[in-house]
């Protein structure tokens, strides 16, 4: 049962990247899913989540308009496409998968599963 993570690099500011979180072992339509990151110095911090239903997602303010949160159930994929990317987006993003609310999972960092984290770096 795992989550894997993977769509990370080396980008230049304004340019974009697709993040993908494929799960194994347990099928992602049962849960809430999200992303964070978390800056070399910093705590880890929630960039957006999605509902089970995928009728609801929440996204950390200062990203919104920037980053869009999907999924695919029927590829047990979820993923965040960047766009405009700033230097300080750079970090390593980790996905995950929760049950018991996507605002739960994305403001309290309650999750049953984590991915691994692929590293984002934003710079010219």
């Known amino acids: 049962v795992q989550l894997q993570a993977y769509g990370g690099g080396l980008v230049q500011p304004g340019g974009s990247l697709r993040l993908s979180c494929v799960a194994s072992?347990?099928?992602?339509?049962?849960?809430?899913v999200g992303w964070f990151r978390q800056a070399p110095g910093k705590k880890r911090e929630e960039v957006s989540c999605m509902a089970e239903s995928e009728t609801n997602t929440y996204y950390k303010h200062s990203l919104k308009g920037r980053f869009t949160i999907s999924r695919d159930n029927a590829k047990n994929t979820v993923t965040l496409q960047m766009n405009n990317l700033e230097p300080d987006d750079t970090a390593v993003y980790f996905c995950?998968?929760?049950?018991?609310?996507?605002?739960?999972?994305?403001?309290?960092?309650?999750?049953?599963?984590w991915g691994q984290g692929t590293l984002v770096t934003v710079s010219s």
């Open positions: 995950a998968a929760a049950r018991g609310g996507y605002m739960r999972l994305c403001l309290l960092q309650y999750a049953d599963y």
């Open positions: 072992g347990f099928s992602l339509d049962d849960y809430d």
